[in-house]
């Protein structure tokens, strides 16, 4: 249901109010109203990625698998030194 024009000037009325006598709740109150309407687009925005699902991976899975491929570089690279170390310091 819509605000009248009465109720809307009443609203601003106490809004100023508010704001001149207290604005430290006003900015709390302000902060607070932010952070509520971010977490309801969040909230409506992994609904809408329920809906539709996506093809490609999401950058957790990216940053996971980037992260074990570079671990098993690693331990390659390390075990081909070692093995080719050995090899040269034992005698024939």
């Given at each position: 249901?819509?605000?009248?024009?009465?109720?809307?000037?009443?609203?601003?009325?106490?809004?100023?109010?508010?704001v001149?006598?207290?604005?430290?709740?006003?900015?709390?109150?302000?902060?607070?109203?932010?952070?509520?309407?971010?977490?309801?687009?969040?909230?409506?925005?992994?609904?809408?990625?329920?809906?539709?699902?996506?093809?490609?991976?999401?950058?957790?899975?990216?940053?996971?698998?980037?992260?074990?491929?570079?671990?098993?570089?690693?331990?390659?690279?390390?075990?081909?030194?070692?093995?080719?170390?050995?090899a040269?310091?034992?005698?024939?």
């Amino acid at each position: 249901m819509a605000w009248s024009q009465e109720e809307e000037r009443i609203l601003l009325r106490i809004e100023r109010h508010l704001v001149d006598e207290d604005p430290k709740l006003a900015a709390r109150l302000e902060s607070f109203d932010k952070r509520v309407r971010r977490h309801e687009e969040g909230r409506r925005r992994r609904e809408r990625r329920r809906e539709r699902p996506s093809r490609r991976p999401r950058r957790s899975t990216v940053v996971l698998m980037t992260s074990w491929l570079l671990i098993a570089t690693l331990i390659a690279t390390l075990l081909i030194l070692v093995l080719r170390h050995e090899a040269a310091a034992l005698p024939l």
